[in-house]
């Protein structure tokens, strides 16, 4: 039996394109020869869908698309994929749905397995919306004997229930398992050590596309019973690959360099974010940082050079080697880059705000918040939207102008650790041909808003420290203080196991 | 047997702050007799502390004030009090924690209930860090069998579980339940039709206080068997009160008008956010708007006229009796006052970006935008916050400005709207002494961005429609398109069934 491991991109709420987006997988498979076709978690609606779940029509027309889908692969070959489906109302405003895997046969839509470990920390809630599903046995097919599993029912360590294992026992020799698994650094690693551990042939097939701060990294995968990888799909595309038992062990799994994986993840992020919405082109403030140098890097990658503009909004402070190197950087790129003098501006703001600016922090916010007037003012000429360039070390600290360097709908590096940024734009220069002027990585970084200004941290050693406070929901002073400042905060795409975001529910109001 | 409620207003994490509270609630209590003492839900940890609650430090921080408080009321009365304490692991990233009620009695602290029904909707997430609790037998105390609950406990259609049923035929013949249990509007009836439900005397407990988003407004009461009032608590502030049984119904129950309680909720929320954070001052924009008139009546009442500034920053568009009505209001409430006039800082803005403002959306947005840098200009001066003026109804058209009107740190009307926000203003008018200038009260709502200008709604008509499709988790073409900008609010506070905040998880990127 030939088994295709489909990875799709489809967009919530989408269910016409999801649906057009399974039958062009269905067909490249077909084409393959393939008798099954794997696709993954809750491909049809999309997602998370999250609140969406709770409307009855949503769910209404996810059942319909996936109706559709049975009767447009009616002809073969067989398809599990992943819908939404009614469970039974569990409690008062709970809609008790099924996150499941379905197998599509002769135009029938037949339940294979319910989720029945569902994940409820970090970015997931689905505790919200979904119940557990029941125990289904394996299914008898091409002299195989398979067992269905969603995403977190790999994950039951510490769960007082273990899927795999009552497939096992229930005589699986093949489990399969849909997925919708976002990417985290190392996540990969993860992943093979859960399918390893039941020691039963796997086939685990995930995911792709981001979906706001999620993004899925795809990377679908078989392993043998000994742990081996019979087969890898590409990182952060849709791909279709077939494969038949038994087969060899890979001679050479790829092992890309951790941040060549980071570049595609955050590439992805971008690019997801602004097709999906149907954005266009993005506009980023080019200030000579390491930060925006790097953000601009990925945005040329994901949107096309032609539909980035950088500015840089130089002030009586900037360094003018700043604006010559984002003027530089925009060039090797082929990216917009238009340069506005903040001078006229900031003097305007000192006349008017004379005896409120002084010279502390409010003189230093005004020229912050000046510059994200004229950026959005771009944004509202020429359309598309602001990325932010905070990275999380920054965010974490609170060092950022709420309304200004922190604005922005999208923050692709939100969740990298300043150390982390450096690293990406050093890996960018040695691998992506671009070479990043020589001032932006070694200059001390600086907000550059009154002379001689330096960021006041040392961030190769607070760096990791906060990042491990964020992990373990911990706190500091800078942390508890700053909290208000992030609940502000656009999309930050998430890369690490514990970003900003979605994903952490801490109050600003404690002690 | 003497019972007493003790209705009390913690503070998140601050937990020997909360042991002093719940300390001074019983020798409040002991002052009036009582034997017992009951204590809201999560009254130790504060509620709802959300992700702190993964660090394992602060259960055991938790704990030991618990225990602490134990030691303190060794003497008597005996305590009921909500907490948090293990429960036993239960999943990955899953704490296993109990919703605990305890009772205090000569030092020791033992489990009487432990919430069974996690609610896990709107502002609810319980089962990411909560597991159910196991039936607990009632307890004999004074003659009476007493049967414990945990808010949602007693919210059980729709559950498959039921455990007032369960008190009962475990021969409970007084319920109590402990909660912490969001005001919205119209919420005293649906607590009294609940608590209802088991035909048994009733003494219902909740938390009193603001955190964050959500509003707690105390009006603990006690039923009877047949469902009438026997007594009840005031809302929005601490409070103890003794009942016995039997006692006689309340002869005139308390009926405020709902604005009349809407106006104490709000309050409550800005006063706890301002000292809690220990703000301070908070400060607006007071445009000649009804929105703005409103907040600023709030604010005065919430922090005292002397920590409120108001600030008029007039355009060549503005009305000038806008300015005049702001300044009249302003010396009526004897909050501070300025004008900063927009001209100069407009005129510069369109000096330096003449190229991209032309006459459209950029223009506008471009002189909101500086509004905000005004504003924020003072608080950075002055301390404090800004607080947002949008309504909820501006809110869910996406008819506002990023970094501009829609920012502020909290936002006191962002769930009231358009034609609730009227209605407040003229509940306030007729009923708090403060008299809001006709021309507000009476003039079509404008922007003022541009000559002439109105909104381009119809409020009254429009705000019902998406009001209901807000509840419903359900969208339509504007409230999609303006996802990105809510993903970036303040603070909002809730007090209605579905606010926008963390309450409604809706992607931004979908179909």
């Known amino acids: 039996m030939k088994i295709a ?51 009855g029509s949503f769910i209404t027309a996810v059942e319909a698309a996936t109706t559709d889908l049975a009767h447009q692969v009616a002809e ?9 489906m009614p469970g039974g109302m569990v409690a008062p ?42 125990v289904l046995p394996p299914l008898d097919l091409g002299g195989r004997r398979m067992g269905f599993l969603v995403c977190e029912d790999l994950w039951d360590e510490g769960y007082a229930f273990h899927p795999p294992a009552d497939l096992l026992a229930a005589g699986a020799d093949l489990l399969i398992c ?28 995930n995911l792709t596309g981001a979906n706001d701060e999620i993004i899925f990294d795809g990377r679908s995968f078989v392993l043998d019973g000994d742990g081996r990888l019979l087969a890898q799909l590409p990182g952060f595309e849709p791909a279709v690959q077939v494969i038949e038992f038994p087969s060899a062990p890979l001679s050479a799994p790829p092992t890309p360099a951790p ?12 690019r997801d974010f602004v097709t999906k919405n149907r954005l266009g082109r993005v506009t980023l403030g080019l200030s000579g940082g390491v ?106 600290l609170g060092y950022g102008t709420l309304y200004a360097d922190l604005a922005g709908t999208l923050s692709p590096l939100g969740d990298l650790t300043k150390p982390e940024v450096y690293a990406l734009a050093t890996w960018i220069q040695e691998n992506r041909g671009v070479p990043i002027p020589a001032f932006i990585l070694e200059r001390p970084p600086s907000a550059e808003l009154k002379p001689d ?12 420290l906060l990042e491990q406070l964020v992990l373990e929901n911990r706190s500091n002073a800078a942390l508890r203080r700053s909290e208000h400042k992030r609940w502000h905060m656009g999309v930050i795409l998430k890369v690490s196991d514990k970003a900003f975001g979605t994903g952490r529910l801490i109050p600003i109001t404690r002690r």
């Open 5 to 55: 491991l489909a990875q799709v991109n489809s967009i919530i709420g989408d269910l016409e394109g999801n649906v057009e987006r399974c039958l062009a997988a269905v067909e490249a498979a077909r084409a393959q020869g393939a008798d099954l076709v794997v696709l993954p978690e809750m491909t049809i609606p999309g997602y998370p869908p999250r609140d969406i779940l709770f409307d």
């Open 76 to 84: 073969g070959p067989l398809v599990v994929v992943g819908t939404a």
């Open 93 to 134: 405003e709970h809609p008790g749905l099924l996150n499941a895997a379905v197998m599509l046969h002769a135009g029938e839509v037949t339940l294979v397995a319910a989720k029945r470990l569902l994940p409820t920390y970090d970015v997931f809630y689905e505790a919200r919306w979904f119940t557990p599903g029941a």
């Open 178 to 205: 849909i997925a919708a698994s976002p990417f985290r650094k190392g996540i990969l690693a993860q992943r093979f050590y859960h399918a390893h551990r039941p020691h039963c042939p796997l086939v685990y097939v």
């Open 259 to 270: 941040e060549a994986i980071l570049f595609q993840a955050l590439v992805l992020g971008i």
């Open 291 to 396: 930060d925006s140098a790097v953000v601009a890097v990925l945005a040329a990658e994901a949107v096309g050079a032609a539909n980035v503009t950088g500015l840089a909004i130089p002030s009586r402070y900037t360094d003018p080697r700043s604006t010559e190197c984002a003027h530089e950087l925009a060039t090797t790129l082929g990216i917009g880059f238009e340069v506005v003098d903040l001078e006229p501006l900031h003097a305007a703001v000192e006349t008017a705000l004379n005896d409120w600016l002084g010279t502390g922090v409010g003189a230093e916010n005004a020229q912050a918040r000046l510059r994200m007037l004229v950026l959005m003012a771009y944004v509202n000429r020429y359309g598309g939207i602001l990325l932010n360039t905070s990275n999380k070390t920054e965010l974490a």
């Open 453 to 464: 200004q330096v960021d006041p941290f040392d961030y190769p050693k607070i760096a990791p």
